[in-house]
């Protein structure tokens, strides 16, 4: 008899809804069996607390399923107990960020690493001071004192210096940071995450010690050729869990339903597409951020102000109305992409109730998805700088978020997966039919084998191959010659032109083998005008072959820009 | 059965606001006062500006010797030109004294941090109503009667004033021609919000503030001449009818438009039974025959009853006044009041 968990509820306690997903053995394997959800009013009400939307939704999932899952005093009954209540609860949490401040010694490898590994989790940088600021002792220190005084953060980071050739300036920091902090009432101090050399670990413990709690990470830049953010950033994902919203009523009931398995969706993210051997790269668009999760390489990243409920206004005030129009069918301008931004921050939880929102809603998730791979771009950077001219390229990517989970169609989640995150190269694409990705995510330390069963059979819904050389060319100049033989015996030969988007159907399980022949300068992964040999794997889209170049062009004429959107429109059957 | 959220129009509520002070301070009404947002009730301490002096070095000694040679302790008051550290030099002593009169309030680094003195902020903009408990320091809370609407948003400062009806529809544009001499002093009622002109000669005119059923977009990021409330949201939305015809009701009365959250309590304060319990705005369930108020696509603002609720589709088909509509359940907030 199997010691795990059987029945699970999973929480996803996020900025717009809230959801609750129940799971249990069906037969031989664990599926999902019913949802609830209600929207998060405490988003846009001052003193509303979050178990408001938590209880509204476990009731909401207690009548879809049948099943009782709380006791008289609203907590989860558990283990399950003749059909009531359920033998573990999970969540993830995604309401508020974590407010840092960043001191770091010197402006180098260290400082870029503590950003990238804020990066991952999500967080606001309110503060930063640089070691020769803070020497200084003049106005910037000023500043950096009275606003650490006026807005306490959650967290201070303090970084700075490599292990093997630690500088002494890193423990004045800690002198002048202890210091600052004295203005701070004492209930409000934050707490300080050391992240420099090893050696000055007593040290700056003793400086700070009797004014701030401090915890001790490795260092971030332990020598001058590596970086190391990892433990920083897992650090800054455990006190987001217990720093952020500790004071938000009913914060402590959502504790309480979530126990230990409480994660943040980043790392729910990490551990659920973490499959050995495959290089995932997944997308959840959320209502206030975006998170980019690739388990493979441990990155993670969380774009903060771009997301479809509050984080839709800061995209547009960042992105400007035109990234977003340039998305948009005929009929609908920037006019109409300020008004939505604007309804869905007052109503995040609101769903699309015609084609003209739904296409704002998309042209939104593009950016969104563009927006969060820019800044992985530099924040997964080995050394912390940019890399301009990288392109997604993985084994698979997977997106999701409460838009896919209500998508009308399977073209839909591929147009906006091609369009927004612009992949290159030969991957397999698919989403998160269920918005199940999170919830899942928490759960998987609880029963994996659970969860890779329901993730398989209920949420994920693989589209097929995409096929999408880098590089760009005149439109209906020839570009890729591709030879495919199908699973059925026969072969097709296509000679595409640059600036379209081909699809060959091609069922889920099917492959083909494929050679696949571009003309300079495209680079399909093997180099630019290299041939590639390959076998690629169907899906509900079958392969899609995407020739319309990276990065996408993007035509400045109105009704050009129309004529290419609907002609990339009918070649996937994106219904109109 | 489905949650949603409410959609608060009525003109005989009851309203109870726990307001705490945004800081540390005192609250300085009792139980039993009558208080309106324009009423000072507290005031809360706002800390001086901060300095840093960089004793080690003018003293020219090591950021570690720095308190041997202060002559001040930590949160000691000092007067401006009194010592804060001294050390005698070849000559003459070598002083450090204070700039203006502070606290001194922390040494480490070398560096003494230097804090004005605090002074006191008021506190306004608690809902009108009688305060019926105090917390000393912490702060009150206010309960009375009336009219309330709550809105989507309010752009700009909250405002006050008797109620003036300029538009002959809820979903007629607010024009320049609209507003007169007769819009001084009073927060203008229209429908929907289409030219800033018309906000410009309502703040020529005096205008208090205007109370609309939706406006651009582009208003949010906009300097505007006086504030706006916006009973639906953004966009070409008219104002939902009930709130219309209760501002009708109200023309004269006092309105109050108070920001909460990201949304926006207009209140006209009267005797009343309170017989709708107004808490901010709570999750509620619909089931068929509930009346809700449409809050997204081309019906938004639009009242109708539900006749069929599918949870399975997350769709409801709400009966308007001349059509049934079938919108996702997440669209609707059931009208309460």
């Known amino acids: 008899v199997s010691e795990e968990p059987e029945s699970m509820c999973a929480l996803d306690v996020g900025s717009a809804c809230v959801k609750a997903v129940l799971l249990d053995r069906v037969g031989d394997s664990h599926r999902f069996v019913a949802r609830g959800a209600a929207p998060q009013v405490a988003a846009v009400s001052p003193f509303k607390a979050l178990s408001a939307g938590l209880l509204a939704a476990l009731g909401d999932l207690e009548d879809n399923s049948g099943r009782r899952l709380r006791g008289t005093d609203d907590l989860p009954i558990t283990p399950e107990q003749l059909g009531w209540g359920v033998d573990a609860t999970a969540g993830t949490v995604s309401t508020g960020c974590l407010e840092v401040a960043l001191a770091s010694v010197a402006d180098d490898a260290a400082g870029r690493c503590a950003e990238a590994a804020l990066h991952s989790v999500p967080s606001h940088l309110a503060l930063k001071i640089t070691g020769r600021e803070m020497r200084a002792h003049r106005d910037a220190f000023e500043r950096f004192a009275e606003e650490l005084r006026n807005h306490p953060p959650h967290v201070v980071i303090l970084v700075g210096g490599y292990d093997r050739k630690p500088e002494r300036a890193v423990v004045a920091g800690a002198d002048a940071l202890a210091t600052a902090a004295a203005l701070i009432r004492p209930q409000e101090r934050p707490l300080l995450v050391y992240a420099g050399p090893q050696a000055f670990r007593p040290q700056v413990a003793a400086i700070v010690g009797e004014r701030m709690a401090v915890h001790m990470v490795d260092n971030v830049a332990p020598d001058e050729r590596h970086a190391n953010p990892g433990p920083l950033a897992a650090e800054l994902d455990a006190l987001c869990l217990t720093a952020v919203g500790r004071d938000t009523p009913g914060m402590g009931l959502v504790h309480r339903w979530c126990g230990s398995a409480m994660s943040t969706v980043s790392r729910a993210l990490m551990r659920v597409y973490n499959y050995p051997g495959v290089d995932v790269l997944a997308a959840e668009i959320g209502a206030d951020y975006t998170v980019l999760a690739r388990p493979a390489q441990a990155k993670a990243l969380v774009q903060a102000g771009a997301g479809l409920g509050q984080g839709a206004r800061a995209l547009l005030d960042e992105s400007g109305p035109r990234a977003i129009a340039r998305w948009l069918p005929e009929g609908l301008d920037e006019k109409d992409v300020a008004d939505w931004a604007m309804n869905k921050s007052l109503r995040p939880w609101l769903v699309a109730a015609n084609p003209a929102e739904r296409a704002l809603e998309l042209a939104f998730a593009r950016e969104c998805l563009a927006k969060a791979w820019r800044s992985a771009r530099q924040a997964w950077s080995d050394d912390g700088r940019p890399q301009p001219t990288a392109l997604p390229k993985a084994d698979m990517l997977v997106i999701g978020g409460g838009l896919l989970a209500r998508a009308r169609s399977a073209a839909d989640a591929a147009t906006l997966l091609l369009d927004g995150l612009q992949p290159y190269g030969v991957c397999r694409i698919a989403y998160d039919t269920a918005g199940l990705g999170p919830a899942l995510g928490s759960l998987v330390d609880v029963n994996p084998a659970a969860v890779r069963s329901v993730l398989e059979q209920d949420a994920i819904a693989v589209l097929g191959t995409v096929v999408a050389p880098a590089g760009q060319g005149k439109v209906g100049r020839g570009c890729l010659h591709v030879e495919l033989a199908m699973p059925e015996g026969q072969s097709l030969v296509l000679d595409l032109e640059a600036g379209g988007i081909t699809r060959v159907p091609l069922a889920l399980g099917a492959k083909a083998r494929a050679v696949i022949r571009p003309a300079r300068p495209f680079d399909v992964g093997a180099g630019p005008g290299q041939t590639l040999e390959i076998s690629l794997e169907g899906g509900s889209l079958g392969i899609i072959i995407d020739v319309r170049g990276r990065p996408l062009p993007d035509p400045e004429s109105l009704p050009d820009r129309i004529a290419t959107l609907q002609r990339w429109s009918a070649a996937l059957q994106v219904p109109g | ?337």
């Not at chain 2, 006092?254 to 304060?269: E, H, K, S």
């Open chain 2, 1 to 337: 059965v489905v949650t949603v959220p409410e959609a608060v129009i009525g003109s005989d509520c009851a309203y109870r606001e726990r307001f705490p002070l945004p800081g540390p301070g005192r609250v300085v009404v009792s139980v039993g006062d009558m208080v309106t947002p324009a009423e000072i009730v507290g005031y809360v301490v706002e800390r001086g500006r901060v300095g840093a002096i960089d004793v080690a070095a003018a003293l020219r000694i090591p950021a570690r010797r720095l308190h041997e040679f202060l002559l001040v302790k930590e949160g000691q008051s000092v007067r401006a030109g009194e010592l804060l550290a001294r050390r005698d030099g070849l000559l003459r002593p070598i002083e450090v004294r204070a700039p203006v009169d502070c606290r001194a309030m922390a040494f480490g680094d070398g560096v003494v941090l230097l804090e004005g003195f605090p002074s006191e902020r008021p506190v306004r903009g608690v809902v009108p109503g009688r305060v019926v408990e105090v917390s000393a320091g912490e702060g009150l809370t206010v309960e009375g009667t009336g009219s309330l609407v709550l809105a989507s948003h309010l752009m700009g400062h909250e405002f006050a004033g008797p109620v003036k009806m300029v538009a002959a529809q809820p979903e007629r544009v607010l024009r320049v021609e609209h507003i007169d001499a007769s819009c001084h002093g009073a927060v203008i009622v229209g429908g929907v919000g289409e030219s800033i002109a018309a906000l410009e000669r309502a703040g020529e005119f005096g205008a208090q503030g205007v109370v609309l059923g939706s406006a651009p977009g582009e208003w949010a990021n906009a300097a505007l001449p006086v504030p706006v409330a916006l009973t639906e949201g953004f966009g070409r939305a008219p104002m939902s009818r009930p709130a219309y015809e209760l501002f009708d009701e109200m023309a004269g009365r006092v309105l109050y438009a108070m920001r909460r959250g990201r949304r926006c309590w207009l209140i006209g304060p009267h005797e009343g039974e309170g017989k709708v319990i107004f808490s901010g705005g709570d999750l509620a369930t619909i089931a068929e025959g509930a009346r809700v108020r449409i809050a997204a696509g081309e019906h938004t603002g639009a009242v109708g009853e539900v006749t069929v609720l599918s949870p399975a589709s997350s769709e409801a088909t709400i009966k308007l006044a001349r059509s049934l509509v079938r919108i996702p359940v997440a669209d609707c907030e059931l009208l309460v009041g």
